[in-house]
């Protein structure tokens, strides 16, 4: 059973960038054909995909954040991260990580962390 766990600051200031990682057990980042992504769910809102590392390393990201997102990871502590930069309030939200094996129709979800944007 794969298990995921974010991990980073709850309250990042204005301007800043927020950084978060996703801390992966019970399988490894690099199995083939496995997607890890970052999902955010502002106050109120539905769930917003921001981005996604696959198991090749290469990565992709949604348009509307395409400019202030990076993901990476580090192989060598079974961990992907998300980078945003220059937060406003409007990245107040829940963030989580998300392992996809879509072939098999298996998917699982960190619990999430709230990361709130506030000076």
């Known amino acids: 059973q794969v298990q995921l766990q974010e991990s980073g600051p709850g309250l990042v200031k204005p301007s800043q960038t927020l950084s978060l990682t996703c801390t992966v057990s019970?399988?490894?980042?690099?199995?083939?054909?496995?997607?890890w992504s970052w999902i955010r769910q502002p106050p109120g809102k539905g769930l917003e995909w921001m981005g996604v590392?696959?198991?090749?390393?290469?990565?992709n990201y949604s348009p509307s954040l395409k400019s202030r997102t990076s993901i990476s990871r580090d192989t060598s502590k079974n961990q992907f991260s998300l980078q945003l930069s220059s937060v406003t309030p409007e990245d107040t939200a829940v963030y989580y990580c998300?392992?996809?094996?879509?072939?098999?129709?298996?998917?699982?979800w960190g619990q999430g962390t709230q990361v709130t944007v506030s000076s």
């Open positions: 998300k392992a996809s094996r879509t072939i098999f129709q298996l998917y699982y």
């Open positions: 590392i696959s198991y090749d390393g290469s990565t």
């Open positions: 019970g399988g490894s980042i690099t199995t083939t054909n496995t997607a």
